[in-house]
């Protein structure tokens, strides 16, 4: 596999990682946590890397090298597709979408000594009508800091991410 030197900056995420999601709206009761499993893999020989959400959800992130932000193809099992930017900066990660419908903004803070990652999305309405109002996923858990066996973990607000351990 050959990194492609415009996503040097995301090969700490490769790998499988577990997933925590809480304090979403579309969960059936906002106040339980889901988990899941994630990956991030690349592909075309590391032209883009793709992030897995089991079989729920597929990112593919790439980056134009003339531009400094990151591009994402999303799409999930509910048919839905979109189209967001990405910047990672001094452990800074954000993701955003702005339409003429709503906006979605992702922002999380990376901690690769510890692999963690705490963050939060947030959905805003575009257009003002009755019954719009703004959605924010609840605030997580604290962070786990829990030794990780060549591992690491990453957390975020709503979905949260912990570095699956490689041991056997």
Not at 21 to 33: N, R, V
Not at 78 to 104: C, K, N, P, Q
Request: glycine share 10%.
């Amino acid at each position: 596999m050959t990194d492609h030197p415009a996503l040097a900056g995301l090969r700490f995420l490769t790998g499988a990682w577990n997933m925590e999601l809480s304090g979403a709206s579309f969960l059936p009761d906002p106040e339980s946590m889901m988990s899941g499993r994630v990956t991030f893999d690349w592909i075309e020989d590391g032209a883009a890397l793709v992030m897995r959400m089991g079989d729920a959800a597929t990112w593919i992130i790439g980056r134009d090298d003339a531009e400094q932000d990151y591009h994402i193809l999303y799409g999930d099992d509910r048919g839905v597709s979109r189209v967001y930017r990405m910047s990672l900066e001094d452990g800074a990660w954000r993701i955003w979408r702005h339409t003429a419908e709503f906006s979605h903004r992702f922002d999380a803070q990376v901690d690769t000594g510890h692999g963690v990652i705490t963050g939060h999305w947030e959905s805003r309405p575009m257009r003002a009508s009755p019954g719009n109002t703004t959605s924010t996923s609840a605030t997580p858990a604290p962070v786990r800091r829990e030794p990780c066996r060549r591992g690491s973990s990453i957390r975020t607000m709503g979905p949260c991410l912990r570095r699956k351990s490689t041991s056997t």
